[in-house]
């Protein structure tokens, strides 16, 4: 099917390192040195066809001036699969080490998972999950 395709998830933060040091905690392999980045921009393939994209709020106010932070909670969230119900707690523990915060500590979900949600640096959210069965 011709016509546009998506290609990359981005992510407005507020500060770069702190939140390529959350990522990485959370296995997304970030470049050498994309926490340093002297325009704000961090990338990386995610090895299934997608990009992430951080950028800092100073980089997106370079080209939009009067871009400003939404407030209330984001309708979208990032999604990581683990592989066992541990793993979702030991993402879980990462995830709150590396500067997140907790929204739901992980917990077994009536429709078969084991379920945690956290909010990265800038408030956005993290789901975490695996099947309570395991790999699948």
């Given at each position: 099917?011709?016509?546009?395709?998506?290609?990359?998830?981005?992510?407005?933060?507020?500060?770069?390192?702190?939140?390529?040091?959350?990522?990485?905690a959370?296995?997304?392999?970030?470049?050498?040195?994309?926490?340093?980045?002297?325009?704000?921009?961090?990338?990386?393939?995610?090895?299934?066809?997608?990009?992430?994209?951080?950028?800092?709020?100073?980089?997106?106010?370079?080209?939009?001036?009067?871009?400003?932070?939404?407030?209330?909670?984001?309708?979208?969230?990032?999604?990581?699969?683990?592989?066992?119900?541990?793993?979702?707690?030991?993402?879980?523990?990462?995830?709150?080490?590396?500067?997140?915060?907790?929204?739901?500590?992980?917990?077994?979900?009536?429709?078969?998972?084991?379920?945690?949600?956290?909010?990265?640096?800038d408030?956005?959210?993290?789901?975490?999950?695996?099947?309570?069965?395991g790999?699948?």
């Amino acid at each position: 099917m011709p016509g546009a395709r998506l290609d990359a998830v981005g992510i407005v933060v507020a500060d770069l390192k702190r939140s390529v040091d959350f990522y990485r905690a959370l296995g997304i392999s970030f470049p050498a040195g994309s926490e340093e980045s002297e325009h704000g921009h961090a990338e990386v393939e995610l090895g299934n066809g997608l990009r992430l994209m951080l950028d800092t709020e100073g980089s997106i106010k370079e080209f939009d001036p009067d871009w400003e932070r939404g407030s209330g909670q984001s309708g979208a969230s990032l999604a990581f699969r683990c592989t066992t119900p541990s793993e979702v707690d030991e993402a879980y523990a990462r995830a709150l080490a590396a500067g997140g915060r907790s929204h739901k500590a992980p917990w077994d979900a009536f429709w078969g998972q084991r379920y945690a949600q956290v909010r990265d640096p800038d408030g956005n959210p993290v789901d975490l999950y695996a099947n309570l069965q395991g790999e699948g």
